[in-house]
C-alpha cells in the first residue's frame, strides 16, 4: 500500500482528467492536489514540494515542455511524469531529453499509470540511497564489486558493456532515451546503430531469450529500458 503521506500534483487543463486522476490515484492512499494552468502549478509549487507531478504537455498559458525545462534548470528534483495526447516521438525524446522521468500517452490505463509513478517515485528513492546490489529475476548486478550474474553464474562483461548495464540499472524502469545514453557512455554524439550493436552484445550475455528480451527492452524510436524490480 502506496504511503498516504505521498503527494501528487497534477497539472491538466482537462477538469475531467483531473478528477479522473484524483479518483482513481485517491484510492490508492495518494493526497492529491491539482491545476489548470502553468500560473497554478507554479502558485501550488510555491507552498509546498510534491513527491511527484503528473505533467499534461498542452497547458492553456504555458507549455508543458517550458515549465519542465525551468524546473530541471531551477533543479527541482521531482519525479516528472508526462501525461499528454501527444504521441509523436519527437515530442516524446524531447520531454524526455529535458528531464521527464516517463511518459504516457492519452487515452491511458490507471493501472499501467499507477505502475509508472510507483517507478517513478523508487526510481528517485534509489538515486537518493543507491543500492549496492541490484536484483531482478536471475539478473543479479553488484555495482560495488562490479560483478554481474545470471542464475547464479558470474557473466563476464567489456568495460563498455559494464558502464552500458550500470547507467540502466542506475535508472531501472525508466526510459532513457539514445542521445542520453550515448551522451552518458561515450561522452559525444554517435549513431544509434553504435548503441545498438551494444545493446544486442549485452542482451546475449544476459536474457534467456535475446530475440524477446525480459529485462533491457526497446522503446521503439525513443530508446531503452530496464525492467525494474516489482
Do not use: C
Not at 58 to 73: I, K, S, V, Y
Not at 214 to 223: D, F, N, R, S, W
Amino acid at each position: 500500500m502506496t504511503p498516504i503521506a505521498t503527494h501528487i500534483l497534477i497539472i491538466d487543463d482537462e477538469p475531467a482528467i483531473r478528477k479522473l486522476l484524483r479518483t482513481g490515484l485517491q484510492t490508492q492512499g495518494f493526497r492529491i492536489s491539482d491545476a489548470p494552468s502553468a500560473r497554478l502549478a507554479r502558485a501550488a509549487l510555491a507552498e509546498s514540494k510534491p513527491d511527484l507531478i503528473i505533467l499534461d504537455l498542452g497547458l492553456p498559458d504555458t507549455p508543458g515542455l517550458e515549465l519542465l525545462r525551468g524546473w530541471r534548470e531551477q533543479r527541482l528534483d521531482v519525479p516528472v511524469v508526462v501525461l499528454s495526447s501527444r504521441t509523436d516521438e519527437a515530442g516524446i525524446v524531447q520531454a524526455l531529453e529535458l528531464g521527464a522521468d516517463d511518459y504516457v500517452t492519452k487515452p491511458f490505463g490507471m493501472n499501467e499509470l499507477l505502475a509508472r509513478i510507483r517507478v517513478a517515485l523508487r526510481h528517485r528513492l534509489q538515486q537518493q540511497g543507491e543500492r549496492p546490489v541490484f536484483e531482478i529475476g536471475d539478473l543479479t548486478v553488484d555495482l560495488v564489486r562490479r560483478i554481474v550474474r545470471v542464475g547464479g553464474r558470474e557473466v563476464k562483461l567489456s568495460p563498455k558493456e559494464y558502464d552500458l548495464l550500470r547507467l540502466l540499472v542506475q535508472h531501472a524502469g525508466r526510459v532513457l532515451t539514445h542521445h542520453f545514453m550515448l551522451r552518458e557512455i561515450w561522452g559525444d554524439a554517435q549513431d544509434p546503430q553504435y548503441l545498438r550493436v551494444y545493446v544486442r552484445q549485452l542482451r546475449q550475455k544476459l536474457e534467456q531469450n535475446p530475440e524477446q528480451p525480459k529485462y533491457i527492452l526497446t522503446e521503439t524510436g525513443v530508446g531503452y529500458r530496464l525492467q525494474a524490480p516489482e
